[in-house]
Structures are given as structure tokens and as C-alpha cells.
């Protein structure tokens, strides 16, 4: 099978025999199998990574990424709207978690955790797509789309500018103490399924504590 692989990775790495071997070596029933037929371009560089992974071999002999930036020039134009550059980082999260999921599913040995691992992907894929969905309309258009998530949170962070100093310092104290929960529930590592939105919830609820801590400032 290692032969197979390196001639394989000869030839340029064709998609339909990576495809192939994977299902030899992993079965035709892994989820993963369903992924790249679902959306090749995204699952590609995983199938390669994956392959060559398990035979020691060198993935970048085939694979040549560009840079994300190179990709999306307009980040680092300074009249970028701010929602764009917080889904840039966001987006880079959510391909790591995109990716250690994957790594998690080839060494899944029940369909229960198998399923448990497909949804963390589906959720990342999912972000990742969204993301892209509104880069690609900023650098067609010059103007965002607005369809993310990002752009409702942000209107909120706003509203926080209406609270008085009682409401603000109550507020920042229950987010302190949700921030610590999902902190403590991350830390255990015991729900890889909920692992992205845990992170979510906790990137939100830290924004909000930040512009409160912020707003509560102009009173001291």
C-alpha cells in the first residue's frame, strides 16, 4: 500500500486515486469518503495531508498553499471595515478546529464518535463558508454583504453604549462568570462535539466584556 501512495504522490496526487486509496485503507463507509464528494476543493488538501500522514511521507512535495492575505488584499487597506478583519481571525479558527476535527475523525473507532466528529466539521465547514461568502462580495463589490452573524453582534456591542454604570458593572459581572464556565467545560476536553460552539459562545461573550470594561472606564 506505501507504494501505491508514493506513486501516487509521483503523479501529482490525482483526486479520484486519492480517493480510492483512502477507501482501501480506511473502508468504504468512512465519513470522510462522504465530505470530499460533498465539497473536493475544501477536503483535498486533508486527503492528501492524510495519506501521506500515515506513510511518512512529505506532503509538501505536492501541496504549494497560497498566503491567506495574498488571497484577500483588502484586510490590509485601512479603510477595511473592522467586522472583516474580526472574521479573518475568526476564520483562521475555525479552519485549526476544521482540521484537528478531521485528524479526530481517522482515528474515530465507533460511528458514535464518528458522528460526534462530523458535526464539529459541518459547524466549521460551515463558518469557514460564511466567512468566505463575505470576502469574496467585499472584493467583488467594495461594500460588505452583511449576512454574518458578525454584523448583528457588533450592532449589540453598540447598544451596551445605552446602559448606565449600574447596569454595565452587573452585566460585567455575569459575563465574568460565563466566560469562566465555558472556560472550565473547554478545558475538560470531554465534548469534542461541542468544541466549536463553545468557542463561539466564549469569543462572543469576551467581546462584550471588553466593551464593557471599556464603557465602564469613562466613569472612573
Partial sequence: ???????????GAPLHEGVRLFALLAGKDHPFLKLI?????ANYPIL???????????????????????????????????????????????????????ALLFDCVTPEEQLSTVKVL?????????IIAEFVHYKEHG??????????????????????????????????????RIEKELSFGTKPHLEAERTERLRWKRLQLEEVTKLLTKYQ
Wanted: aromatic share 8%.
Fill in 1 to 11: 500500500m506505501r507504494l501505491e501512495v508514493i506513486g501516487w504522490v509521483k503523479s
Fill in 37 to 41: 464528494q460533498a465539497d473536493s476543493q
Fill in 48 to 102: 492528501i495531508h492524510e495519506l501521506c500522514r500515515r506513510f511518512g511521507l512529505d506532503p509538501r512535495q505536492i501541496t504549494r498553499g497560497e498566503k491567506f492575505r495574498d488571497n484577500w488584499p483588502f484586510l490590509n487597506e485601512p479603510n477595511c471595515p473592522p467586522e472583516l478583519k474580526i472574521l479573518a481571525a475568526d476564520k483562521i479558527s475555525a479552519y485549526h478546529r476544521y482540521t484537528r476535527a478531521h
Fill in 122 to 130: 459541518v459547524r466549521s465547514y460551515l463558518e469557514n463558508r460564511a
Fill in 143 to 180: 461594500h460588505v454583504l452583511g449576512k454574518h452573524p458578525i454584523f448583528k453582534q457588533l450592532r449589540e456591542l453598540q447598544s451596551l453604549r445605552s446602559l448606565n454604570p449600574v447596569e454595565l458593572v452587573q452585566l460585567k459581572g455575569k459575563l465574568e462568570h460565563n466566560i469562566w
